[in-house]
């Protein structure tokens, strides 16, 4: 799979700049043949480093011409990465990739010429036949494709210690309903677990908050909202309110914390579940744990069935550095061996579709199973669904939320959002 005429053509044509800039032995030289390619992502530890570390073993082998440089910024789901990368964007200072969702978060990254129309590089690497239809279908932008998916994530996961709810005379099975998981957490509370729904901050109640939107309008009624649906409607109401209710029994100290601290306190056995993406599989693979002894996982109650899916992917900026080095990591990325590597340690599953089950954790087994027959829904907290001034709305929305309980308030602020979009 290594890359042939295009680098090699690109390689010598950089090779023939440094020889005609004439100095010998020139700094600029050195730079030219180091070929630095700084890969920018918020994957900076526990399942998510290891991820990428899978990606770079592959990117090491495959392109051997040029040096990985981690311009990794911890925060989950980009938090602090995004307002960094929007100021590089803005200074004209790209890395020489970065980590974007696939679908409406890259919609402001097009509009303002920040990146480079891939399609080219599809036809080359064979991509338009190892990703299925319906991905490159919600990809696609007036006929050019922008990104290379590395990977599906699923967000709508609870992930529970089994420990704690028999310890509250609870089954480890889903609930049924957010009614009967509102149920199941009064019965834990009244056991002793205080706060036995983990939750981090804004963002990770932002998935709180779409899950229960999927569970009480169903997969289409949800997906919507994102698509000129109506959010003042009285279902929203009741939606709303019953994320309230969920929010009662999280942790107070919710708005300080990310993913990880939240997983924490589940498996530490002081909170019966959290809702986190299949992220959360990778962190618990690497700290020993195995489903269903120490853990148990479904599908947020009633929403079983319903896939809410959103996928890593990286792009080439417009005035990257070092173009051909990101060609060759984007390749890496798109390839059968990239994505082995890359999904086996991340929790996530490939979005290729030539993947051998059997090379996966069962986890991901699972996930493939249900990608394959559910309903697909998107993310906003992970930019499947909607653009970055979206997320950034409702993630404030849902903070306020989270320190008034004002449901009309709330209910109003999301009716903003989302006609800011739109208009
Ligand atoms: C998401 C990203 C995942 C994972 C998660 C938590 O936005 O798609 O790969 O990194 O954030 O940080």
């Known amino acids: 799979m290594r890359r042939t005429s295009l680098l090699a053509g690109l390689a010598a044509a950089g090779l023939v700049l440094a020889a005609c800039g004439g100095d010998d032995g020139d700094e600029g030289a050195t730079d030219e043949a180091s070929g630095d390619v700084e890969v920018f992502t918020w994957w900076a530890d526990g399942g998510e480093k290891a991820g990428l570390d899978g990606m770079v073993s592959v990117f090491e082998t495959e392109c051997p011409d040029f040096t990985f440089v981690n311009g990794a910024v911890a925060g989950g789901a980009g938090s602090n990465a995004k307002q960094v990368l929007a100021s590089r964007l803005q200074t004209n200072e790209p890395p020489d990739t970065f980590q974007a969702h696939a679908g409406g978060e890259l919609t402001d990254y097009i509009e303002a010429d920040q990146i480079e129309d891939v399609s080219d590089l599809y036809e080359e690497f064979g991509l338009n036949e190892a990703f299925p239809e319906g991905l490159l279908e919600s990809i696609t932008v007036d006929g050019s494709i922008y990104s290379v998916p590395a990977n599906i994530h699923r967000a709508n996961i609870v992930w529970a210690n089994p420990s704690v709810l028999e310890g509250a005379g609870l089954s480890t099975e889903a609930p049924a309903s957010v009614d009967a998981w509102l149920a199941d957490?009064?019965?834990?509370?009244?056991?002793?677990?205080?706060?036995?729904?983990?939750?981090?901050?804004?963002?990770?109640?932002?998935?709180?908050?779409?899950?229960?939107?999927?569970?009480?309008?169903?997969?289409?009624?949800?997906?919507?909202?994102?698509?000129?649906?109506?959010?003042?409607?009285?279902?929203?109401?009741?939606?709303?309110?019953?994320?309230?209710?969920?929010?009662?029994?999280?942790?107070?100290?919710?708005?300080?914390?990310?993913?990880?601290?939240?997983?924490?306190?589940?498996?530490?056995?002081?909170?019966?579940?959290?809702?986190?993406?299949?992220?959360?599989?990778?962190?618990?693979?690497?700290?020993?744990?195995?489903?269903?002894?120490?853990?148990?996982?479904?599908?947020?109650?009633?929403?079983?069935?319903?896939?809410?899916?959103?996928?890593?992917?990286?792009?080439?900026?417009?005035?990257?550095?070092?173009?051909?080095?990101?060609?060759?990591?984007?390749?890496?990325?798109?390839?059968?061996?990239?994505?082995?590597?890359?999904?086996?340690?991340?929790?996530?599953?490939?979005?290729?579709?030539?993947?051998?089950?059997?090379?996966?954790?069962?986890?991901?087994?699972?996930?493939?199973?249900?990608?394959?027959?559910?309903?697909?829904?998107?993310?906003?907290?992970?930019?499947?669904?909607?653009?970055?001034?979206?997320?950034?709305?409702?993630?404030?929305?849902?903070?306020?939320?989270?320190?008034?309980?004002?449901?009309?308030?709330?209910?109003?602020?999301?009716?903003?959002?989302?006609?800011?979009?739109?208009?």
């Open 185 to 423: 957490l009064e019965t834990l509370r009244s056991s002793g677990i205080e706060a036995p729904l983990a939750i981090a901050t804004d963002w990770t109640q932002t998935m709180l908050l779409e899950a229960v939107l999927i569970a009480e309008l169903g997969a289409d009624g949800y997906a919507e909202l994102y698509d000129g649906g109506d959010w003042s409607g009285s279902d929203v109401t009741a939606a709303l309110e019953k994320y309230g209710q969920l929010l009662g029994y999280t942790n107070a100290d919710r708005s300080s914390l990310d993913w990880p601290d939240a997983l924490n306190y589940v498996t530490a056995g002081q909170a019966a579940y959290t809702l986190m993406g299949d992220w959360v599989a990778a962190n618990l693979d690497l700290e020993g744990l195995a489903a269903p002894d120490d853990y148990v996982y479904w599908p947020a109650p009633g929403t079983d069935g319903t896939y809410q899916w959103l996928a890593d992917s990286f792009v080439l900026p417009v005035g990257a550095p070092n173009a051909a080095g990101t060609e060759c990591w984007l390749e890496v990325v798109g390839s059968a061996d990239g994505q082995r590597e890359f999904n086996v340690a991340k929790g996530s599953i490939p979005a290729r579709t030539d993947a051998e089950p059997a090379d996966y954790p069962p986890y991901q087994q699972s996930a493939m199973e249900d990608w394959a027959q559910d309903t697909l829904a998107p993310s906003l907290a992970h930019g499947s669904a909607a653009a970055i001034g979206w997320i950034d709305a409702m993630n404030s929305a849902v903070g306020q939320f989270g320190s008034n309980g004002d449901v009309a308030q709330f209910q109003e602020a999301l009716v903003a959002a989302a006609e800011s979009q739109a208009g």
